[in-house]
C-alpha cells in the first residue's frame, strides 16, 4: 500500500480504525513523514496533544520541510497562548 491508497482507505473510518490502519502503514513505511503528519493530525483533533507534536517532531525528523513544521509551529502557538486579560481583571 502506497500513502495515496492510505489516505483514501481513511475515508469513512472512525478516529480509532483510522489511526490503527496509520499507525500500520508507518510500521511498514517508517519513513514516510506524511504518515507521521497525518496521524498526528488525527491526535490534535482527539485533543492528544502529546502525542500528536511526538508524530510532528518524528515527522520533521525524517524531513525538515515537511508540512508537519508547519504543524509543530501551529500547535506550539496555540500552547503558548496566554490571554492577559484573564491575569489581570
Do not use: F
Request: aromatic residues 10%.
Amino acid at each position: 500500500m502506497d500513502y495515496t491508497e492510505l489516505r483514501n482507505k481513511l475515508k469513512g473510518l472512525d478516529y480509532d480504525n483510522a489511526v490503527i490502519e496509520i499507525t500500520e502503514y508507518i510500521t511498514a513505511h517508517p519513513d514516510d513523514d506524511r504518515a507521521y503528519t497525518l496521524r498526528g493530525m488525527k491526535y490534535w483533533g482527539a485533543g492528544q496533544r502529546s502525542l500528536a507534536i511526538g508524530d510532528y517532531l518524528a515527522a520533521v525528523r525524517i524531513n525538515p520541510d515537511s508540512t508537519a513544521a508547519e504543524a509543530l509551529k501551529a500547535a506550539n502557538e496555540i500552547l503558548d497562548y496566554r490571554n492577559k486579560d484573564l491575569y489581570n481583571p
